[in-house]
């Protein structure tokens, strides 16, 4: 055999230089902050010695602005393919050291085709990103490779599932592709995402505001919704995505990956029967309900910070993966509003995006009154949960385990918006509003002309509560197919959703539908 020792010499100088991306000096820049390098990251992601890279000699143009004399292979991102507990994945870290891990041309062409390859595969597609926005020295260049970006964000978007993690700042340009994927996590101290930094906005509107106020992981956790996880390190981070992975499909036209279920399937739990207070205005934790009925520690929640009157997130039940929603009476009685509203009709089209049947538990007093909701839009945001239900073609159930008042019974997966099955417990209240407003508006005059409004009052009232503080007239009229006793959700769950696994429904064939946004 020939071997050609200058020609592997050469290449292996290469393939060593662009290990150390920007130099050891920004490396420990790196570290001081902090922060692990994009090649540390790749390596505590992946299952080991699974990577395989491309485009490491791939350096920017030198006839940009002041970048002659320099040279980086790599030109700030490390891409390629790789395998998270044996899932393959296409990934891209972007290297802080290089430029600030700014967005260039060469970038894009790196990024574009990892995830090009990832789509025809059917491969997910994972973004770790740290970075300063749009290459300055390039100039249109490097915002037309964001527009590169977006639309392979856009055409894979529902196709195969896209999780950023911000993993340093995400400034101008860089915000707008996690912003387009499936799933954002942040990482506490380290993560900042914002369009344009404080020193921009001082000029512009004269406001004083530090990155963390700004952009840091809890405003987008917790104020805005763009994020969807927080982790407190780096490593939290990483298991995040795994454990999130690990509830999605490689792409759309598979299902998610059952486990060998762990649980029994017959296990009833007695203190389900007593979890809603007899006291109707008395609240409780939805949570706890959703622990009790799904495999055992199976509840990954997503946006746990984020309108905390609604909970969503993905559960196992007998190994299944199935995505739960639900109002949460303990934080603002679990009504629903425009933030709470958003939440539920994302996480609504994720789930039917990638095949992963829906449950939802419903307590919920209506949609909030208010002018601030009114004037911001709760009508507009309201219409995304019945947009989202009704055109969710995966098996979905209802459970009314209290109140479904007024718009909440419709919106909250009910059967006339092609929910498959719908349970109550003995506890639900399903009207169309609650008593006091109802007699209020029926029998204003009569208790303007009553000799003793306070007895005629109760006395409506109580026939009021008597017809529908209970399921029992949404039985009889066949809205609600069964009612169960709390105790026995989960056997009836995971019965349902066998009986469904097969379901077939589409949609009538359109460009695409115009959900109000
Ligand atoms: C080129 C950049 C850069 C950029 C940072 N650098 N951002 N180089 N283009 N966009 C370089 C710095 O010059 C520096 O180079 C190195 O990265 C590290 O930056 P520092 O500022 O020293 O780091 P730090 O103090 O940690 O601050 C990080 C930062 C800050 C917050 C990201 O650099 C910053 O504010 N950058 C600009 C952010 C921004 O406004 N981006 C918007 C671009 S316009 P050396 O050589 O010293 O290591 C855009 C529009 C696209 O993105 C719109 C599409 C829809």
Redesign the pocket.
Known sequence: MNSHPTELTELRDMRAQALTG?GQE?IEAQHAKGKLTARERLAALLDEGTFQEIGALATHNVNDFDMADKKYPGDGVVAGFGKIRGRKVAIYAQDFTV??G?FSEVQSHKICRVMDVAVDSGIPIIALIDS??????EGVRS?AA?GELFTRNVMASGVVPQIAVILG?S????V?SPALMDFVIMVRKISHMFI??PDVIKTVTGEDVTFRDLGGTLVHNAKSGVAHLLADDEQQAFLQVKQLLSYLPPNNAEDPRRVEPYDDPQRMDDQLNYLAPEDSTQPYDMRQAIDRIVDRDSFFEIQPYYARNALVGFCRLDGYVTGIVANQPNYLAGVLDIDSSDKIARFVRICDAYNIPLVTLVDCPGYLPGVTQEHYGIIRHGAKVIYAYCEATVPKISIVTRKAIGGAYIAMSSKQMRSDLAFAWPTAQIAVMGPDGAVNILYRRQLAEAADPAALRAEITAQYQSTFMSPYAAADMGQIDEVIEPRETRTRLIAALDVLRGKVSSNPPKKHGLMPV
């Open positions: 920007g920004r430029l600030g700014s300063g926005g749009a290459r300055i020295q915002l964001y700042p400034a101008g340009g860089a707008y344009t930094g």
